[in-house]
Each structure stands twice: as structure tokens, then as C-alpha cells.
């Protein structure tokens, strides 16, 4: 089955202690991006990735590291977490950044992040 | 600046009537435009899609709408149902790839029966 996979999905942890939330795609997807869910503001983009080895900043970068090492992974790295990281995050991918009527963005279920 | 916009937060429809979700965008190079649907404790979902070559585009109860003189585009569904309570996000993109998808900040949809 086509999916992208986020794992934890639930993970609460302190402030300062470094966390990775992992993302694999089983699609052969070249594009995969990382974004935050939060009240009134939507989804906003953290990283996101064209290819193997070439990741881009997004929106609200700050706090937040990513590699693309191999085209199925695309971890999310918390190097320092603090409470204003709390959010919901979700991983998705797509068979390019070139989109059109037969291409689109496949999400992840989400990981739902609490930093104390 | 918010590149993509919908300004209802919420809306409340009966069931079987018409729901009319609304998304103003301002880029100009945007020409591909999405929606995506998202029930709780799941990930976002494609819905609908339309490409600035069109003005409509139906799939069953749901069409989208583009007017692009005035850089709007409407997502209708009718008629309604109570399964279709969930948050819809509006996305914008431009068919280079060079403007990642710009989502909105979603609208609340509750259908009550």
C-alpha cells in the first residue's frame, strides 16, 4: 500500500532534549516536506526536500534541522526542543514539485508533538 | 504576507444543503490550485484540483471554482452530509515547481444533521 509513514505519533518530551521524528515514503517520491499544524494559522511549511542530498528552507525553519540522505527517509530533527515547538507535524511527499492533474501531495497521519 | 486565504474559520451547513468554502489567493504566477480535506487524527487528504486553464471542475457532490481576474476560488459541495465535517485547506502552486504548496489556514466545516 502507497504511504507515507510518521513515526511517533504521540511524543512528549522537556525542553532541550533532542528528539527525531522519522518520515519513509514508499512511492519512489523524489519531493518530501515537513509542516506544522497549529490553531488559527493553518499548515505552515518547516523544510522541505526536491531530491537526495537538496533540502530548502520553508516558512518557519527555525528550531528545526532535516537530511535527506536516501530518497525514502526524510527525518525531522529537534536539535533543542522548546515549548513553542509544540504542534502537530506532518510529513508529505509527492512524485515532484511540478504538479499537475495527476500529481499530488500525500500526508502522513501526523505526529502530535508536547514539549514541556 | 499570507499568500493564500480563507477568511471563514468555520462554517455550519445542514444536511443537504449546499456548502460554499471560499480561498482568495494573491500570487499571480499561481495556476494550479488544491484542495485538501482533513478529519481529526489523520492526515490531510486531496480532494479536488483545478489548473488556471479552467474555470470549473466537478467531481460528484464537489466542484471548485477559479475566477482568476479576481484571484478567487470557491469549493461547493452539494449536497452536504455529515461525513463531510472536517477542515479544508485551500493550496496554491504554480506548475514550474519552483513555489512549493502554499496551504491556507483552513476552514471548519460542520454539517449537522
Known amino acids: 500500500e502507497a504511504q507515507v509513514t510518521q513515526n511517533p505519533r504521540y511524543l512528549i518530551t522537556v525542553t532541550g532534549k533532542k528528539l527525531t521524528v522519522t518520515c519513509s515514503q514508499n512511492m519512489n517520491h523524489e519531493y518530501m516536506s515537513w509542516y506544522r499544524q497549529d490553531p488559527g494559522l493553518g499548515l505552515r511549511q518547516i523544510y522541505y526536500?526536491?531530491?537526495?542530498?537538496?533540502?530548502d528552507k520553508g516558512d518557519v525553519p527555525e528550531g528545526y534541522k532535516v537530511s535527506r540522505k536516501e530518497k525514502r527517509n526524510f527525518p525531522l530533527i529537534l536539535e533543542s526542543p522548546s515549548p513553542n515547538q509544540t504542534s502537530l507535524y506532518f510529513c508529505?511527499?509527492?512524485?515532484?514539485?511540478?504538479?499537475?492533474?495527476?500529481?499530488?501531495?500525500?500526508f502522513g497521519s501526523g505526529t502530535q508533538l508536547s514539549v514541556l | 504576507d499570507q499568500q493564500v486565504k480563507q477568511n471563514s474559520p468555520s462554517l455550519s451547513v445542514q444536511e443537504g444543503r449546499i456548502s460554499i468554502l471560499n480561498c482568495d489567493y494573491t500570487n499571480s504566477m499561481f495556476d494550479y490550485f488544491l484542495w485538501y480535506k482533513k478529519y481529526p487524527a489523520e492526515g490531510p487528504t486531496f480532494l479536488i484540483s483545478?489548473?488556471?486553464?479552467?474555470d470549473k471542475n466537478e467531481d460528484g457532490r464537489f466542484t471548485v471554482f477559479l475566477n482568476k481576474s479576481a484571484k478567487h476560488l470557491s469549493l461547493h459541495i452539494v449536497p452536504s452530509q455529515p461525513g463531510d465535517s472536517a477542515v479544508y485547506f485551500c493550496a496554491a502552486s504554480d506548475f514550474s515547481g519552483n513555489t512549493p504548496l502554499v496551504f491556507g489556514k483552513g476552514t471548519r466545516l460542520s454539517v449537522i444533521a
Open positions: 508529505a511527499s509527492s512524485l515532484s514539485t511540478v504538479l499537475s492533474t495527476n500529481e499530488k501531495l500525500f
Open positions: 526536500s526536491m531530491n537526495v542530498e537538496v533540502t
Open positions: 483545478i489548473s488556471s486553464i479552467k
